[in-house]
């Protein structure tokens, strides 16, 4: 039942700062994806002998990451849930719901026994924790980008939209320098021991911050007039999925390349280069922080293009360079120079950033605000698994079979074209 004329007046009324909602859809999703990359971190240097201490170094790792990629195979479940409340009951409902439960879960990792405490049950709970986060992140993101986007003036939707998008690198250079603070302040068998709990554990705090933040802002404005008007969708998924599995499933595939560099970047680097090269833990938690500055500037410059120039134009462009550089991204690591893998982190991160910051206003831009919340999130979310969820576990795969980068470069190599080619179709003027 539509709720009371009297809900959505208020909130029709109350001044539309776009800028405020903006900065705070930015702010709760950089404390979300600062939870969900201590994880990824920590799968990278300590998960494996910890949770995983009869396997090889190798296996080890593998497993480590199998359970970094369980958090992906519930995202879109994520996604369907909160979607489906969120084009019901409205956005901010869902974004407060999602931070308390990447929150807790992030929280409970941080207390968990390894498996020399409680034996096989240490990563059978591990895996439990990260299918929670999981769910959380998963409708974390349309919710986050509505609410920017749907706020935004219909010229700048793309600047605005790209707020929360520069909440992935806000989280990854947050969870960077508190690893890096970790690292410093006590020796590596101290952080064997415990010193990696202590990212897990400041997170609550994070979330709170994120918590009184997201309480403060107003619902999206469009959510209110379909509110008003009596049109929302009973069953939303239902609806988009009938109605458009064209654009659902042509968005998953112009996502699946970013996010496959993208995890590549942030999660597989640190071990490749740590266990692969012998490089040191420390200097390229440095390097990985470099480029993910440069990411977090490209995404608003990428998303501002796009509403200038077009989204097809700065989204087709910045995926052939994505293309191409990762042609040469292995090729600068193995080299094991500090200052040719900076440029090979630092180019990388460029790329990311021209192609990830469009796609939250084009993805949004997709469909009716009655399906919104719930047909951006399953493109994004479906891509999230084919892409990240996938990728440093099959990076890890790949040079275990070949002892060579290579084969991983041919897969980051193959991914961006598929992605390429999905969002020419996507962005056709036919189409759009």
């Given at each position: 039942?539509p709720?009371?004329p009297s809900?959505?007046?208020?909130?029709?009324?109350?001044?539309?700062?776009?800028?405020k909602v903006a900065?705070?859809s930015?702010?709760g999703?950089?404390v979300?994806?600062?939870d969900?990359?201590?994880?990824?971190s920590?799968?990278?240097?300590?998960?494996?002998?910890?949770?995983?201490?009869?396997?090889?170094s190798?296996a080890?790792?593998?497993a480590a990451?199998?359970?970094?990629?369980?958090?992906?195979?519930?995202r879109?479940?994520?996604?369907v849930?909160?979607?489906?409340f969120?084009?019901r009951?409205?956005?901010?409902?869902m974004?407060?719901?999602?931070?308390?439960?990447?929150?807790a879960?992030?929280?409970?990792v941080?207390?968990l026994?390894?498996y020399?405490t409680?034996?096989?049950?240490?990563?059978?709970l591990?895996?439990?924790?990260?299918?929670v986060?999981g769910?959380?992140?998963?409708g974390?993101?349309g919710?986050a980008v509505?609410m920017?986007?749907e706020?935004?003036?219909p010229?700048r939707r793309?600047f605005?939209g790209s707020?929360?998008?520069?909440?992935v690198p806000?989280g990854?250079?947050?969870a960077?320098l508190?690893?890096?603070?970790?690292?410093?302040v006590?020796?590596?068998?101290?952080?064997?021991?415990?010193?990696?709990?202590v990212?897990?554990l400041?997170?609550?705090?994070l979330v709170?911050?994120?918590?009184?933040?997201?309480f403060r802002?107003?619902e999206?404005?469009?959510f209110?007039?379909v509110?008003r008007?009596?049109e929302?969708?009973?069953?939303?998924?239902a609806?988009?999925?009938?109605?458009?599995?064209k654009e659902v499933l042509?968005?998953?595939?112009?996502f699946?390349?970013n996010?496959?560099?993208g995890?590549?970047f942030m999660?597989?680097a640190l071990?490749?280069t740590?266990?692969v090269?012998g490089?040191?833990?420390?200097l390229?938690?440095?390097?990985?922080?470099a480029g993910a500055l440069?990411?977090?500037?490209a995404?608003?410059?990428a998303?501002a293009m796009?509403d200038?120039?077009g989204?097809?134009?700065?989204?087709?462009?910045?995926s052939v360079?994505?293309?191409?550089?990762?042609?040469?991204?292995?090729?600068l690591i193995?080299?094991?120079?500090t200052?040719?893998?900076l440029?090979?982190m630092v180019?990388?991160?460029?790329?990311?950033?021209?192609?990830y910051g469009?796609?939250?206003?084009?993805f949004?831009e997709l469909f009716?605000a009655?399906v919104?919340?719930s047909?951006a999130?399953?493109?994004?979310q479906i891509g999230?698994i084919?892409?990240?969820g996938l990728?440093?576990t099959a990076?890890t795969?790949?040079?275990?079979?070949w002892h060579?980068s290579?084969?991983?470069?041919?897969?980051?190599?193959?991914?961006?074209?598929?992605?390429?080619a999905?969002?020419a179709?996507?962005?056709r003027p036919a189409r759009?």
């Amino acid at each position: 039942m539509p709720p009371a004329p009297s809900a959505p007046a208020a909130a029709s009324t109350a001044p539309v700062r776009p800028f405020k909602v903006a900065a705070a859809s930015f702010i709760g999703t950089a404390v979300e994806w600062y939870d969900y990359f201590i994880y990824g971190s920590a799968a990278a240097i300590v998960f494996g002998p910890l949770f995983f201490p009869e396997f090889s170094s190798v296996a080890g790792t593998l497993a480590a990451f199998a359970t970094f990629s369980v958090g992906f195979l519930a995202r879109p479940l994520g996604g369907v849930v909160m979607g489906h409340f969120g084009d019901r009951l409205g956005r901010k409902s869902m974004l407060v719901t999602s931070l308390i439960m990447m929150g807790a879960a992030t929280f409970a990792v941080g207390l968990l026994p390894t498996y020399q405490t409680i034996g096989v049950w240490a990563p059978v709970l591990l895996v439990a924790l990260r299918f929670v986060q999981g769910l959380g992140v998963g409708g974390e993101w349309g919710g986050a980008v509505l609410m920017a986007v749907e706020h935004a003036p219909p010229k700048r939707r793309g600047f605005y939209g790209s707020f929360p998008q520069m909440g992935v690198p806000g989280g990854l250079i947050l969870a960077n320098l508190v690893f890096l603070s970790t690292s410093a302040v006590v020796s590596d068998d101290a952080f064997l021991a415990w010193g990696w709990r202590v990212p897990f554990l400041l997170s609550a705090v994070l979330v709170a911050v994120g918590l009184f933040i997201r309480f403060r802002i107003t619902e999206s404005p469009d959510f209110v007039e379909v509110s008003r008007s009596g049109e929302r969708e009973r069953m939303p998924v239902a609806s988009v999925l009938r109605h458009n599995p064209k654009e659902v499933l042509l968005a998953a595939g112009a996502f699946i390349g970013n996010n496959t560099v993208g995890y590549i970047f942030m999660a597989y680097a640190l071990s490749y280069t740590t266990t692969v090269l012998g490089l040191d833990r420390s200097l390229m938690l440095g390097l990985t922080l470099a480029g993910a500055l440069v990411w977090l500037a490209a995404i608003p410059w990428a998303s501002a293009m796009s509403d200038r120039y077009g989204r097809r134009r700065v989204l087709l462009a910045g995926s052939v360079g994505l293309a191409a550089w990762v042609l040469v991204f292995f090729a600068l690591i193995d080299t094991a120079s500090t200052g040719l893998i900076l440029v090979a982190m630092v180019g990388t991160a460029f790329f990311l950033g021209a192609t990830y910051g469009p796609l939250a206003a084009l993805f949004s831009e997709l469909f009716s605000a009655r399906v919104r919340y719930s047909g951006a999130s399953l493109g994004y979310q479906i891509g999230s698994i084919l892409g990240g969820g996938l990728a440093p576990t099959a990076a890890t795969a790949l040079y275990a079979a070949w002892h060579s980068s290579w084969p991983v470069t041919g897969y980051l190599f193959a991914v961006c074209l598929l992605s390429l080619a999905c969002l020419a179709a996507l962005t056709r003027p036919a189409r759009r």
